[in-house]
């Protein structure tokens, strides 16, 4: 099992950014995967970019060389870095993490860009 805290969404301008972190109840090494999902009411919820063990990025095409995701095992978090955001980025974000094949989520943190 694993416990996923998320924080940094917030209210932005267009062209603007933020930085999402997620902190992990365990050492993130031990996971095999981890991810950022967001989803806006009315739609289903959509990867934005996922990290594996060995280190292997990919993000979803409409935030291709605008997020990056990072990690860092010291704390056992993983990153979100949002650049040139757009109102279209406004979503609820998550933090997944895949652990022996059973996916664990955070609570969610609101990003809203204004145009």
């Known amino acids: 099992q694993v416990q996923l805290v998320e924080s940094g969404g917030g209210l932005v301008q267009a062209g603007g950014s933020l930085r999402l972190s997620c902190v992990a109840s365990?050492?993130?090494?031990?996971?095999?995967?981890m991810g950022w999902f967001r989803q806006v009411p009315g739609k289903q919820r959509e990867l934005v970019a996922g990290?594996?063990?060995?280190?292997?990025?990919n993000y979803a095409d409409s935030v291709q060389g605008r997020f990056t995701i990072s990690r860092n095992y010291a704390k056992n978090t993983v990153y979100l870095q949002m650049n040139s955001l757009k109102p279209e980025d406004t979503a609820v974000y998550y933090c997944n993490a895949e652990v022996s094949g059973s996916n664990y989520w955070g609570q969610g943190t609101q990003v809203t860009v204004s145009s």
């Open positions: 365990r050492p993130i090494f031990s996971i095999n995967s």
């Open positions: 990290i594996t063990r060995s280190g292997t990025t």
